[in-house]
Protein backbone atom coordinates (compact mmCIF):
# COMPACT_ATOMS: atom_id res chain seq x y z
CA UNK A 1 0.00 0.00 0.00
CA UNK A 2 1.73 3.38 -0.85
CA UNK A 3 1.42 5.69 1.13
CA UNK A 4 -0.46 8.87 0.23
CA UNK A 5 -1.30 12.36 1.98
CA UNK A 6 -4.12 11.35 3.63
CA UNK A 7 -2.31 8.80 5.70
CA UNK A 8 0.32 12.29 6.67
CA UNK A 9 -3.47 14.27 6.98
CA UNK A 10 -4.32 11.55 9.47
CA UNK A 11 -1.34 11.17 11.58
CA UNK A 12 -1.34 14.91 12.08
CA UNK A 13 -4.50 14.75 13.08
CA UNK A 14 -3.91 11.93 15.58
CA UNK A 15 -1.12 13.68 16.26
CA UNK A 16 -2.96 17.33 17.29
CA UNK A 17 -5.72 15.65 19.12
CA UNK A 18 -2.72 14.11 21.81
CA UNK A 19 -1.59 17.65 22.26
CA UNK A 20 -5.21 18.83 22.78
CA UNK A 21 -5.58 16.05 25.16
CA UNK A 22 -2.45 16.74 26.86
CA UNK A 23 -3.24 20.71 27.21
CA UNK A 24 -6.86 19.50 28.92
CA UNK A 25 -5.60 16.84 30.89
CA UNK A 26 -2.03 18.60 32.17
CA UNK A 27 -1.45 20.68 35.49
CA UNK A 28 1.72 21.34 34.98
CA UNK A 29 2.32 24.43 32.64
CA UNK A 30 5.60 23.49 31.46
CA UNK A 31 3.95 20.20 30.08
CA UNK A 32 1.18 22.02 29.11
CA UNK A 33 3.70 24.60 26.97
CA UNK A 34 4.89 20.90 25.33
CA UNK A 35 1.50 19.59 24.31
CA UNK A 36 1.33 22.75 22.57
CA UNK A 37 4.73 22.65 20.76
CA UNK A 38 3.33 19.11 19.77
CA UNK A 39 -0.20 20.31 18.10
CA UNK A 40 2.44 23.15 15.77
CA UNK A 41 4.35 19.43 15.29
CA UNK A 42 1.60 17.63 13.52
CA UNK A 43 -0.03 21.12 12.10
CA UNK A 44 3.70 21.76 10.56
CA UNK A 45 3.59 18.09 9.31
CA UNK A 46 0.24 18.84 7.21
CA UNK A 47 1.60 21.93 5.58
CA UNK A 48 4.70 20.20 4.24
CA UNK A 49 2.27 17.19 3.86
CA UNK A 50 0.00 19.33 1.47
CA UNK A 51 2.57 21.53 -0.05
CA UNK A 52 3.94 17.92 -1.55
CA UNK A 53 0.54 16.87 -2.61
CA UNK A 54 0.28 20.13 -4.93
CA UNK A 55 3.47 20.43 -6.18
CA UNK A 56 3.96 23.77 -4.37
CA UNK A 57 7.01 25.10 -1.91
CA UNK A 58 4.75 27.47 -0.21
CA UNK A 59 3.79 24.50 2.30
CA UNK A 60 7.43 24.48 3.70
CA UNK A 61 7.64 28.50 3.64
CA UNK A 62 4.44 28.37 6.72
CA UNK A 63 6.53 25.89 8.68
CA UNK A 64 9.50 28.11 8.49
CA UNK A 65 7.14 30.96 9.95
CA UNK A 66 5.63 28.94 12.37
CA UNK A 67 9.23 27.14 13.27
CA UNK A 68 10.46 31.01 14.16
CA UNK A 69 6.92 32.04 16.18
CA UNK A 70 6.90 28.59 18.23
CA UNK A 71 10.96 29.76 18.97
CA UNK A 72 9.42 32.80 20.45
CA UNK A 73 6.51 31.86 22.11
CA UNK A 74 8.40 29.49 23.52
CA UNK A 75 10.94 31.78 24.94
CA UNK A 76 8.85 34.47 26.49
CA UNK A 77 6.39 31.79 28.08
CA UNK A 78 9.07 29.86 29.67
CA UNK A 79 10.40 33.53 30.91
CA UNK A 80 6.77 34.24 31.88
CA UNK A 81 6.70 30.51 33.84
CA UNK A 82 9.20 31.49 35.64
CA UNK A 83 8.69 34.73 36.88
CA UNK A 84 5.36 33.58 38.16
CA UNK A 85 6.78 30.66 39.86
CA UNK A 86 9.54 33.61 41.24
CA UNK A 87 6.75 35.74 42.59
CA UNK A 88 4.26 32.92 43.78
CA UNK A 89 6.46 29.50 44.56
CA UNK A 90 4.12 27.11 42.83
CA UNK A 91 3.20 26.92 38.77
CA UNK A 92 0.03 24.55 39.72
CA UNK A 93 -2.10 25.67 36.88
CA UNK A 94 -5.35 25.25 39.36
CA UNK A 95 -3.58 28.47 42.02
CA UNK A 96 -2.52 30.40 38.83
CA UNK A 97 -5.21 31.97 38.36
CA UNK A 98 -4.88 35.35 38.17
CA UNK A 99 -6.30 36.22 35.11
CA UNK A 100 -9.23 33.86 35.06
CA UNK A 101 -12.21 35.85 35.56
CA UNK B 1 5.92 -2.33 0.98
CA UNK B 2 7.98 -0.04 -0.49
CA UNK B 3 11.11 1.39 1.60
CA UNK B 4 8.91 4.47 2.14
CA UNK B 5 5.63 2.95 3.78
CA UNK B 6 7.79 0.75 5.49
CA UNK B 7 9.78 3.97 6.92
CA UNK B 8 5.99 5.58 7.27
CA UNK B 9 4.90 3.56 9.18
CA UNK B 10 7.53 3.00 11.79
CA UNK B 11 8.00 6.66 12.24
CA UNK B 12 4.18 7.11 12.89
CA UNK B 13 4.04 4.14 15.40
CA UNK B 14 7.42 5.63 17.16
CA UNK B 15 5.45 9.41 17.06
CA UNK B 16 2.26 8.42 18.31
CA UNK B 17 3.53 5.70 21.21
CA UNK B 18 5.91 8.63 21.92
CA UNK B 19 3.60 11.56 22.16
CA UNK B 20 0.87 9.01 24.33
CA UNK B 21 3.78 8.85 26.48
CA UNK B 22 4.55 12.37 27.12
CA UNK B 23 1.08 13.07 28.37
CA UNK B 24 0.98 10.04 30.62
CA UNK B 25 4.26 10.29 32.49
CA UNK B 26 4.08 12.16 35.51
CA UNK B 27 7.60 13.14 35.56
CA UNK B 28 8.02 16.53 32.94
CA UNK B 29 12.08 15.31 32.57
CA UNK B 30 10.61 12.44 30.56
CA UNK B 31 7.72 14.13 29.40
CA UNK B 32 10.54 16.20 27.30
CA UNK B 33 12.56 13.23 26.40
CA UNK B 34 9.41 11.32 24.82
CA UNK B 35 8.57 14.74 23.18
CA UNK B 36 12.06 14.76 21.61
CA UNK B 37 11.94 11.47 19.69
CA UNK B 38 8.54 12.88 18.37
CA UNK B 39 10.74 15.93 17.06
CA UNK B 40 12.65 13.33 15.82
CA UNK B 41 10.48 11.45 14.14
CA UNK B 42 8.51 14.40 13.16
CA UNK B 43 11.54 15.22 11.17
CA UNK B 44 12.26 12.19 9.45
CA UNK B 45 8.59 12.33 8.15
CA UNK B 46 10.35 15.85 6.71
CA UNK B 47 12.81 13.99 4.77
CA UNK B 48 10.30 11.42 3.77
CA UNK B 49 8.46 14.04 2.38
CA UNK B 50 11.24 15.54 0.74
CA UNK B 51 11.80 18.38 2.56
CA UNK B 52 15.14 18.31 3.60
CA UNK B 53 16.09 21.26 4.68
CA UNK B 54 13.05 21.50 7.12
CA UNK B 55 14.21 18.29 8.55
CA UNK B 56 17.42 19.61 9.16
CA UNK B 57 16.01 22.87 10.89
CA UNK B 58 13.63 20.59 12.88
CA UNK B 59 16.41 19.17 14.24
CA UNK B 60 18.31 22.18 15.36
CA UNK B 61 15.77 24.35 16.76
CA UNK B 62 13.15 22.07 18.19
CA UNK B 63 15.02 19.02 19.49
CA UNK B 64 18.43 21.10 19.56
CA UNK B 65 17.30 24.90 20.78
CA UNK B 66 13.52 24.15 22.19
CA UNK B 67 14.19 21.04 24.56
CA UNK B 68 17.31 22.27 25.90
CA UNK B 69 15.22 25.65 26.72
CA UNK B 70 12.30 22.93 28.24
CA UNK B 71 15.03 20.92 30.14
CA UNK B 72 16.81 24.22 31.31
CA UNK B 73 13.45 25.83 32.94
CA UNK B 74 12.34 21.94 34.44
CA UNK B 75 15.82 21.92 35.85
CA UNK B 76 15.79 25.65 37.37
CA UNK B 77 12.16 25.26 38.84
CA UNK B 78 13.26 21.92 40.40
CA UNK B 79 10.12 20.23 38.97
CA UNK B 80 11.69 16.93 38.47
CA UNK B 81 9.83 14.93 41.33
CA UNK B 82 7.15 13.45 40.27
CA UNK B 83 4.91 14.08 43.34
CA UNK B 84 5.14 17.96 42.92
CA UNK B 85 2.03 18.42 40.81
CA UNK B 86 -0.37 15.16 41.01
CA UNK B 87 -3.52 15.27 39.06
CA UNK B 88 -6.12 14.49 41.70
CA UNK B 89 -8.86 12.32 40.35
CA UNK B 90 -11.80 13.96 38.74
CA UNK B 91 -13.93 14.03 35.77
CA UNK B 92 -11.47 16.23 33.78
CA UNK B 93 -9.65 12.80 32.43
CA UNK B 94 -12.10 10.71 30.72
CA UNK B 95 -14.22 13.74 29.49
CA UNK B 96 -10.61 15.01 27.78
CA UNK B 97 -10.34 11.44 26.49
CA UNK B 98 -13.58 11.16 25.12
CA UNK B 99 -13.66 14.36 23.13
CA UNK B 100 -9.91 14.00 21.79
CA UNK B 101 -11.46 10.81 20.14
CA UNK B 102 -14.42 12.40 19.41
CA UNK B 103 -12.74 15.16 17.95
CA UNK B 104 -9.99 13.08 15.86
CA UNK B 105 -12.92 10.47 14.72
CA UNK B 106 -14.29 14.40 13.30
CA UNK B 107 -11.17 15.31 11.38
CA UNK B 108 -10.35 12.00 9.58
CA UNK B 109 -14.13 11.60 8.68
CA UNK B 110 -14.27 15.12 6.98
CA UNK B 111 -14.77 15.81 3.84
CA UNK B 112 -11.15 17.20 3.38
CA UNK B 113 -9.35 14.22 3.75
CA UNK B 114 -11.50 11.45 2.40
CA UNK B 115 -11.59 13.09 -1.04
CA UNK B 116 -8.73 15.23 -1.09
CA UNK B 117 -8.95 16.85 -4.23
CA UNK B 118 -5.60 16.82 -6.73
CA UNK B 119 -3.65 19.22 -7.76
CA UNK B 120 -4.61 21.53 -11.11
CA UNK B 121 -2.37 21.01 -13.52
CA UNK B 122 1.02 19.20 -13.43
CA UNK B 123 3.23 19.95 -10.40
CA UNK B 124 6.05 21.01 -10.51
CA UNK B 125 9.51 18.63 -10.00
CA UNK B 126 9.12 18.05 -6.17
CA UNK B 127 12.17 16.10 -4.98
CA UNK B 128 14.31 19.25 -5.22
CA UNK B 129 12.31 21.38 -3.80
CA UNK B 130 13.23 20.75 -0.16
CA UNK B 131 16.94 21.96 -0.43
CA UNK B 132 18.71 24.82 0.79
CA UNK B 133 18.79 26.31 -2.50
CA UNK B 134 14.91 25.82 -3.67
CA UNK B 135 13.77 27.54 -0.62
CA UNK B 136 16.34 30.14 -0.44
CA UNK B 137 15.40 31.37 -3.95
CA UNK B 138 11.75 31.66 -2.91
CA UNK B 139 12.38 33.02 0.20
CA UNK B 140 14.19 36.06 -1.15
CA UNK B 141 12.43 36.05 -4.52
CA UNK B 142 10.47 39.79 -4.73
CA UNK B 143 8.02 38.32 -6.58
CA UNK B 144 7.21 35.86 -3.68
CA UNK B 145 4.99 36.77 -0.52
CA UNK B 146 7.81 35.66 1.81
CA UNK B 147 10.36 38.61 1.79
CA UNK B 148 8.49 41.53 3.55
CA UNK B 149 7.01 38.35 6.35
CA UNK B 150 11.11 37.31 6.29
CA UNK B 151 11.93 41.09 7.41
CA UNK B 152 9.02 41.27 10.09
CA UNK B 153 10.63 37.55 11.62
CA UNK B 154 13.21 39.27 12.71
CA UNK B 155 11.53 41.61 14.95
CA UNK B 156 8.98 39.67 16.39
CA UNK B 157 12.22 37.62 17.49
CA UNK B 158 13.73 41.13 18.53
CA UNK B 159 10.87 41.25 20.52
CA UNK B 160 11.01 38.22 22.16
CA UNK B 161 14.65 38.29 23.44
CA UNK B 162 13.78 41.91 24.91
CA UNK B 163 10.21 40.07 26.49
CA UNK B 164 12.11 37.08 27.99
CA UNK B 165 14.91 39.03 29.48
CA UNK B 166 12.10 41.40 31.10
CA UNK B 167 10.73 38.78 32.29
CA UNK B 168 12.94 36.50 33.80
CA UNK B 169 14.89 39.50 35.59
CA UNK B 170 14.43 39.60 39.33
CA UNK B 171 13.42 43.15 39.52
CA UNK B 172 12.84 46.52 37.67
Known amino acids: MAITTQHYLILSAILFTIGVI ?80 | MSGESVSFWILALVSVFASIMMIVSKNP ?49 NLGAPEALIEKGSLQKPVAVGLGIFFVVLIISSQAILSLPQAVGRPSVTQYQGTVEAIGLSLFDPRQPWLFPFEITSILLLVAVIGAIVMAKRKV
Open chain 2, 29 to 77: VRSALNLVITFLCVAGFYILLSAQFLAAVQIIVYAGAIMVLFLFVIMLL
Open chain 1, 22 to 101: GVLIKRNPIVIFMCIELMLNAVNLSFVALGRHYGQINGQMYVIFALAVAAAEVSVGLGIIVAIFRSRETIDINEVNLMKF
